[in-house]
């Protein structure tokens, strides 16, 4: 461990140990965090969750003489936003559209306007980028035009706070928010989560459950990503249902104001 991250875990163990409350947003954070910290003080869980003001109307059902709106909200680097998924849009030529709001990286910086240029020789308005907006109501109208949002983590990672990701990224849920479905990637934390219940196998390399809230594929597997996509085109009314059952669960409990419950009476005490 360097020097200067040595200095960061050392203040990060001290502070644990002093501060009446600490809060993370996932539960194998929390794990993580009392181990490395030693600390005997109250942690609570709180995913990053919208507040209730976020919370879009029931969306209208989707137009099938128009093409499938995919979303896509967040810093634009590979490792999240697969070139694999985006060349296959790309070949649906036109069929779906992919609206992107975000920031590249900086060892992103030419990544996404490699892709839209070579959307543009199609003919295609398959990828539309709209570069970062500056105000948060601008990001949710290109959502709100959309059926489904791309959420998708690499499959593995050595990053800790990538493998912990699951109730910590605010994507998924400021998409369910706003009724749209969420496309994971297909990994048992985020299956757990997002497609609860019986969650099953399609023999086609994608995941769906009755109960859930969209589906998962591969984004590091072509055919995966292929059979995803085919699945939402084929069945947009579901992908509707998924959506608006998310929704629902937003407004119901994945909510600031009923997540943060346990923190508010903790303060309370004191």
């Known amino acids: 461990?360097?020097?200067?991250?040595?200095?960061?875990?050392?203040?990060?163990?001290?502070?644990?140990?002093?501060?009446?409350?600490?809060?993370?947003?996932?539960?194998?954070?929390?794990?993580?965090?009392?181990?490395?910290?030693?600390?005997?003080?109250?942690?609570?869980?709180?995913?990053?969750?919208?507040?209730?003001?976020?919370?879009?109307?029931?969306?209208?059902?989707?137009?099938?003489?128009?093409?499938?709106?995919?979303?896509?909200?967040?810093?634009?680097?590979?490792?999240?936003?697969?070139?694999?998924?985006?060349?296959?849009?790309?070949k649906l030529a036109g069929r779906i559209e992919l609206e992107i709001v975000g920031y590249a990286t900086y060892d992103a910086q030419t990544y996404i306007e490699s892709f839209v240029r070579l959307n543009d020789k199609t003919g295609n308005k398959s990828i539309t980028y709209h570069g970062a907006l500056a105000q948060r109501g601008e990001l949710l109208a290109v959502a709100d035009r959309c059926e489904a949002a791309l959420c998708l983590m690499p499959m593995s990672s050595h990053d800790l706070n990538m493998q912990t990701m699951a109730g910590a990224s605010n994507k998924p849920f400021d998409a369910?928010?706003?009724?749209?479905?969420?496309?994971?990637?297909?990994?048992?934390?985020?299956?757990?989560?997002y497609l609860p219940g019986n969650n099953h196998a399609s023999g086609k390399g994608y995941w769906i459950s009755d109960m859930g809230y969209g589906i998962a594929i591969n984004p590091e597997c072509v055919d995966s990503i292929k059979a995803g996509l085919e699945w939402m085109l084929s069945n947009r009314a579901k992908l509707w249902e998924m959506g608006e059952r998310g929704r629902q669960k937003i407004q119901s409990e994945w909510n600031y104001e009923k997540m943060f419950t346990p923190v508010l009476k903790r303060l309370e005490i004191k």
Request: net charge positive; with cysteine.
């Open 1 to 90: 461990m360097k020097v200067f991250q040595r200095m960061v875990m050392g203040a990060r163990a001290r502070l644990a140990k002093e501060v009446e409350l600490c809060v993370l947003p996932n539960e194998e954070r929390v794990d993580i965090f009392k181990r490395q910290t030693g600390t005997n003080r109250p942690v609570e869980c709180v995913w990053n969750v919208p507040g209730l003001e976020d919370i879009g109307p029931r969306k209208p059902k989707p137009n099938l003489q128009t093409p499938l709106k995919l979303f896509y909200g967040g810093s634009l680097a590979p490792a999240r936003l697969s070139p694999l998924i985006l060349q296959e849009i790309i």
């Open 176 to 193: 369910t928010a706003r009724g749209l479905a969420v496309v994971v990637s297909d990994i048992p934390e985020w299956k757990k989560l």
